[in-house]
């Protein structure tokens, strides 16, 4: 079932178009906000968008903060991607990027939509954690990483008819936060991705797409076998070629 936050979306006409005008128009004030340095008052700004969160009855603010989670992570992701861009040409394309994700990718309800929006959501929100703080405390970390996993997870689960998404979801968000407790103690950066980020993104993506297939009843001997085997491939070039001794925390 739905979150009844879908039945306040417009979804034809003019409130449609006005809908998706708003929309755009978010992403230009994030960023005048921004570029004015008044980073507060854009996250302010952003939380206020997602009132219609709380346009429901309490008893339903759970099903609906859960069902919006992934789109917040990926507004306030892309809040500390500007923050942290210097030039105006970066955090105009930063801007684009997240217009792009309201209007296109956000309003998606195909499973493959659905997937993408979990996967982006992970990503961003992953990379912005260690981006905004790389130097945050390996607890901070730990709690950070199983929330945001544990909410994609959820996200990715909601577009399945699956009885165990919750337990699936808390295990993911538990493997994420032992990969980031330990990689946490020798956190490397590969250019601006976190170490954990690019093997959370590859463990999340070839496991989703392990159960996508299965679930349609086209996961051959093969296809499991090269997925995994390309998981435990990338595992290796980053513990091969990662250099362990002159980066700990």
Known sequence: MRPLIDKLKPKKGFANILHILISAFLPVLLYVLIRMHFVPLAVIVLLLSKWRMLAV???FWPANIRANAVDLMVGLATIVFMTHSFEASFQLAWAALYGVWLVTIKPGRSVLSISLQALLGQTYALMALFVGWPGAPI????LAGW???YLAARHYLSSFDEPYTPLFAQTWGYFAAGLMWLSGHWLIF???VAQPTLLLTVFGFGLGGLYYLNENDRLS???RRQIIFIMIAVVIVVLVFSHWGDRPI
């Open 139 to 142: 607890i901070t970390l730990v």
């Open 221 to 223: 001997t093969f296809m």
């Open 147 to 149: 929330s945001i996993c």
């Open 57 to 59: 009855k309490p008893r």
């Open 190 to 192: 590969y250019s601006v």
